[in-house]
């Protein structure tokens, strides 16, 4: 099984940005798709952004043209500017590999007005 281990959250003021990482160990192979979510205060997990292994993208609306995700090999990042107070949440990687998805603990996120 895949096992995915996140870092780069913390605080920062609105307008700011952060860099998140995850680090993939448990596949000898390419990992076909990886991905951020998050989940905020009383919220259902979101889908961010997502990358496959052929570098296709793709966005929430609400985050387009504010954060990018990149990927390489099975380590995947998520560089986010322009921070706005609803960005805060709990960022969650993802992978699904062989049929199965995994999840990492997740990384708190939390931008100041």
């Known amino acids: 099984q895949v096992q995915l281990v996140e870092s780069g959250g913390g605080l920062v003021q609105t307008g700011g940005s952060l860099r998140l990482s995850c680090a993939a160990s448990g596949s000898a192979f390419s990992i076909p798709a990886m991905a951020w979510h998050r989940q905020a205060p009383g919220k259902q997990r979101e889908l961010v952004a997502s990358?496959?292994?052929?570098?296709i993208t793709d966005y929430a609306d609400s985050v387009k043209g504010r954060f990018t995700i990149s990927r390489d090999k099975n380590t995947v990042y998520l560089q986010m500017d322009s921070l706005k107070p609803e960005d805060t949440a709990v960022y969650y990687c993802y992978a699904f590999s062989r049929g199965r998805g995994s999840w990492g603990r997740g990384t708190q996120v939390t931008v100041s007005s």
């Open positions: 990358i496959t292994t052929e570098r």
